[in-house]
């Protein structure tokens, strides 16, 4: 079992006090990398939910709004504890995700970023009048917080992803009720024990643990949940569409990726292969702007497969919390056996594995090698599904047209990359690109300055940026006449 002074209370957390479940049932919460059971949190009954909801009722001011350089102060203590904590919250984040304990700790820097952002441009979101007097008015624009809102967060970012949401809400004044992924609310525990220190308003804040599908049902339902803010699969995005649209709630989703990475053949082949290094094995290739599909331009296909396998076949898997690993685990058994399938099916339809294992050498456990298959076709798993791991497909283009048109042949439209030396070239690409995010020369995903978010079915709303600030607030124009 896992010791940590940040792990006292293993138990939610309901207007302001740790609250251990109603129900009595509990989960258990795995190390990825040894199989062990290192947990066992509460799985919260409807009841605890419905009081999380209305302890964020009670924190919710209207008529007497938490004053801006209040919300600030709350937003840079989370900061400064996040940054007091980050090597232990890196560690409990290392060993339920898997992820090499390196890049634990600098998921919870770029988890202080989000609320070191807010805080510096809350008072974007102040109110202000507009100069024209149609009608003999004076017109006040106000920024008012959306209300309780239900936060939902996926596993492969424990921590990087709540911080983009309560960052947001929290400078809106909005109360939230929260629930992590049931493979990673250890972290999510973690953080709430430093924010249990920071003197926040009771319910400002809760935490609920459990079944998706009672959480969920209970925050799709009530009146008094306007927002749900998730991350996640676009199957479960589209359920929260439909659930939701009764009450015609807003919703901000950040869903599933297909991203494609260009390389033209004027690229630099060895800047495009570091960053598809960087990019597709961060997480054990479990984020959702992770390439997907690797469209090489024919002239340059062989020369950068080789630089490609050159720098995969000199990687580390293994316990993320052993010092050179390069890639953990993958965070349980059915996203490695949807891996595995995706290789398979890729080698059975004419794939050609140049680094890696072949599927019946994989062994035991959950470590996946780092692998590369070339010669991949649209009529493959891999490159019609997200495969969420370490398998790097790769096809050939010969035209910018046509690999335009490849690059939107999915219904997703996340994160995009293209590597030219062509600034026009590029221009065009990227305008081409119907995705939210493309990459020129660089393979470097999303940051707290610049909104993020997903085009087609990979979502609705934005993070991060001045765009993501806005997404708990809603405008309330209140003119006024003479
Ligand atoms: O998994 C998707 C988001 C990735 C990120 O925040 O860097």
């Not at 939910?49 to 302890?55: Q, R």
């Not at 490609?308 to 965070?331: F, Q, Y």
Request: hydrophobic share 40%.
């Amino acid at each position: 079992m896992i010791e940590s002074p940040l792990l006292q209370n293993l138990t939610g957390y309901i207007g302001g006090r740790w609250t251990d479940s109603a129900g009595g049932s509990t989960f258990d919460v795995y190390n990825p990398a040894t199989g062990e059971v290192i947990a066992k949190v509460p799985s919260m009954p409807e009841q605890d939910i419905l009081d999380a909801v209305e302890a964020g009722k009670q924190a919710l001011r209207l008529t007497n709004p938490y004053p801006l350089e209040t919300r600030r102060k709350w937003l840079e203590d989370i900061r400064d504890a996040l940054k007091d904590n980050r090597e232990e919250i890196g560690r409990i984040l290392c060993m339920e995700h898997g992820k090499p304990w390196k890049e634990g700790q600098g998921e919870v820097d770029y988890a202080a970023g989000f609320f070191d952002y807010c805080a510096r441009h809350i008072q974007a979101l102040d109110a202000h009048t507009i100069p024209e007097k149609p009608k003999d008015c004076t017109w006040t624009v106000h920024y008012r917080p959306i209300g309780v809102t239900g936060l939902i967060v996926p596993w492969n970012f424990p921590i990087g992803m709540i911080a983009k949401k309560l960052s947001a809400a929290l400078a809106a004044g909005c109360p939230s009720v929260i629930k992590p992924a049931s493979e990673t609310p250890l972290t999510m525990i973690a953080f709430f024990s430093i924010m249990d220190k920071l003197g926040l308003p009771d319910g400002m804040v809760n935490l609920v643990m459990g079944k998706a599908s009672v959480i969920g049902k209970v925050l799709c339902e009530h009146k008094d949940v306007p927002m749900l803010s998730f991350t996640g699969s676009t199957e479960v995005g589209r359920k929260l569409i439909v659930d939701t649209a009764e009450q015609v709630k807003k919703l901000s989703l950040e869903l599933g990726g297909n991203a494609p990475y260009i390389v033209f053949d004027d690229a630099d082949l060895d800047a495009a292969a570091d960053n598809l290094i960087a990019n597709k094995f961060r997480g054990g290739g479990q984020t959702c702007v992770c390439a997907n599909r690797i469209f090489v331009h024919e002239k340059v296909a062989d020369a950068f497969g080789e630089k490609l396998a050159e720098r995969v076949n000199k990687m580390t898997v293994g316990d993320g919390m052993n010092d050179g690993v390069d890639i953990g685990p993958l965070v349980n058994k059915a996203g490695f056996d949807k891996v595995k399938r995706h290789l398979e099916d890729a080698l059975a339809k004419g794939g050609k594995l140049v680094a890696g294992k072949q599927p019946d050498e994989l062994g035991e456990g959950l470590f996946f090698p780092p692998t590369v298959v070339q010669g991949v076709d649209r009529n493959m798993a891999c490159y019609q599904e997200e495969t969420f791991g370490p398998l790097v497909p790769m096809a050939l283009f010969r035209t910018e047209e046509e690999v335009i048109e490849a690059g939107n042949d999915t219904e997703f439209g996340l994160a995009s990359y293209v590597f030219t030396a062509d600034a026009e070239r590029a221009q065009r690409v990227a305008a081409g690109l119907r995705f939210g995010h493309v990459g020129w020369n660089t393979g470097t995903g999303p940051t707290p300055e610049a909104p993020f978010g997903g085009m087609k079915a990979s979502g609705i709303g934005r993070e991060g940026g001045l765009e993501g600030l806005f997404e708990f607030v809603e405008a309330q124009t209140v003119p006024r006449g003479f």
